[in-house]
């Protein structure tokens, strides 16, 4: 069985920093996707960023562009989320998911993804 762990989540002032990892275990990392989603009390969980299996292509929602980043280690099964200049809008709490195979054609569907982690939760807030 597989499992994907969040970690790194907390309260941050607004224009803060966070990364966020996603450590998985019970599948061949290195042969799947990683999509970041989160969501917010209230809304619609909501497709963040991906990056496909070698890490050579990355997608993110344009509300991100510039301030986010994602990155993968294949040989330590993790991905991880850069945040910078965060702001109060970016409240939610944040989930990884993987997708067998090279698929990161554009910002992540939630159905696309079969597996899950139970989530973290990041606050911007003064």
């Known amino acids: 069985q597989s499992y994907l762990v969040e970690s790194g989540g907390g309260l941050v002032q607004p224009g803060g920093s966070l990364r966020l990892s996603c450590t998985a275990s019970?599948?061949?990392?290195?042969?799947?996707?990683i999509g970041w989603f989160r969501q917010a009390p209230g809304k619609e969980r909501e497709g963040v960023s991906c990056?496909?299996?070698?890490?050579?292509?990355?997608h993110y929602v344009d509300s991100v562009k510039g301030r986010f980043t994602i990155s993968r280690n294949n040989a330590n099964n993790t991905v991880s989320l850069q945040m910078n200049s965060l702001k109060p809008e970016d409240t939610a709490v944040y989930y990884c998911?993987?997708?067998?195979?090279?698929?990161?054609?554009?910002?992540?569907?939630?159905?696309?993804?079969?597996?899950w982690g139970r989530g973290t939760q990041v606050t911007v807030s003064s």
């Open positions: 019970g599948l061949r990392f290195d042969y799947y996707t």
């Open positions: 998911a993987a997708r067998p195979f090279d698929q990161c054609p554009s910002v992540p569907r939630s159905s696309n993804y079969p597996n």
């Open positions: 990056i496909n299996s070698s890490g050579g292509t990355r």
